[in-house]
Nanobody, 126 residues
Framework: QVQLVESGGGLVQAGGSLRLSCAAS????????MGWFRQAPGKEREFVAG????????HYADSAKGRFTISRDNAENTVYLQMNSLKPEDTAVYYC???????????????????WGQGTQVTVSS
């Protein structure tokens, strides 16, 4: 059974930084691309960043480019999201997700991911 457990969320002032972690278990982590999504109250879940199974390729939403960095440690079965220069509009619940097939390209749509974490709240105050 696949489990994804996020951590690292919290309350931060605008301009601050947070590092989210997502620990995975249950299947061969290094074979699957990973993604980070977020969902603010009253809004649809949106793609933030994705990383390929090898870690060599990454892709970011326009809102995250230049501020967020996704990375992974396949030895530790963990994916990270470093978030810098945070803005109030980054406030949301952040979810990590695992792709639905091995050795595939990065995907920005939720339907391409078949396992999700429980989410971690990020709140950025102005």
């Amino acid at each position: 059974q696949v489990q994804l457990v996020e951590s690292g969320g919290g309350l931060v002032q605008a301009g601050g930084s947070l590092r989210l972690s997502c620990a995975a278990s249950g299947r061969t982590f290094s074979s699957y691309g990973m993604g980070w999504f977020r969902q603010a109250p009253g809004k649809e879940r949106e793609f933030v960043a994705g990383i390929s199974w090898s870690g060599r390729n990454t892709h970011y939403a326009d809102s995250a480019k230049g501020r967020f960095t996704i990375s992974r440690d396949n030895a530790e079965n963990t994916v990270y999201l470093q978030m810098n220069s945070l803005k109030p509009e980054d406030t949301a619940v952040y979810y990590c997700a695992q792709r639905d097939a091995v050795f595939t390209t990065i995907a920005a749509t939720p339907c391409r991911y078949d396992y999700w974490g429980q989410g971690t709240q990020v709140t950025v105050s102005s």
